[in-house]
């Protein structure tokens, strides 16, 4: 069975642009979780949906948003980039929205690279 | 969320055991341990989890103290593929939401 999948694998964008950010879940999960990760840290929580509803979101700029589809496919969009962007973006899907014992499970991730 | 406390750095004989130690002195009665490892550039990898009991799987051990403020994550015989930096998160469940808070993590070199 197919993991956490992420697209692009890298992508490299100048200031101001904006980019667009794909992850498809473990088939039969409803929850998809968004993580940024700089560069020397460890990830940074940005949201979490369930079922294409926004059930938690870390401190993160309104320039973040994302959303989640009927198939449960989800996007993350960011808007205005700054160079502090730059990261590595991660997508995690669980089966529920955080039950018992509900196991997140990471992509490979999205480099993207500012400009 | 309760914090977690690891040791910045570690080695291991390759072969040998790794015991990587985790301190969670504020955790709660429905917050769960759980242990992530990322090599590098990639994705965090999920190893274990456990409430209160000890638990084995394919990849390793985790031993949770009875008081449950610290844990151990046994690695029993490590390879270089095993070097990473391991993440130990303690995570509330049955919350209808989940949030990982990451650390700075171990970073586990295992030599030859």
């Known amino acids: 069975d197919a993991g956490v999948t992420q697209s692009p694998t890298h992508l490299i964008k100048t200031r101001g642009q904006h980019v667009t950010l794909r992850c498809s879940p473990i088939?039969?999960?409803?929850?998809v979780s968004w993580y940024q990760q700089v560069l020397g840290q460890g990830p940074q929580f940005i949201f979490q949906y369930y079922e294409k509803e926004e059930r938690g979101r870390g401190n993160f700029p309104d320039r973040f948003s994302a959303r989640q589809f009927p198939n449960y496919s989800s996007e993350l969009n960011v808007n205005a980039l700054l160079l502090g962007d730059s990261a590595l973006y991660l997508c995690?899907?669980?089966?529920?929205?955080?039950?018992?014992?509900?196991?997140?499970?990471f992509g490979p991730g999205t480099r993207l690279l500012v400009l | 969320d309760a914090k977690t406390t690891q040791p910045p750095s570690m080695d291991c004989a390759e072969g040998r055991a790794a015991n990587l130690p985790c301190n969670h002195s504020?955790?709660?009665?429905?917050?769960?341990v759980y242990w992530y490892r990322q090599i590098h550039s990639q994705g965090p990898q999920y190893i274990i989890h456990?409430?209160?009991n000890n638990e084995t799987n394919e990849m390793a051990s985790l031993i949770i103290t009875e008081d449950r403020k610290s844990s151990t994550l046994i690695l029993p015989h490590a390879t270089l593929r095993d070097t990473a930096v391991y993440y130990c998160i303690v995570i509330p469940v049955g919350t209808g939401f989940q949030k990982l808070v990451f650390g700075t993590g171990t970073r586990l070199l295992v030599s030859p």
């Open positions: 456990g409430l209160k």
């Open positions: 504020t955790i709660s009665g429905n917050e769960y």
């Open positions: 995690a899907s669980t089966a529920g929205p955080g039950g018992y014992q509900e196991t997140q499970y």
């Open positions: 088939s039969g999960h409803k929850s």
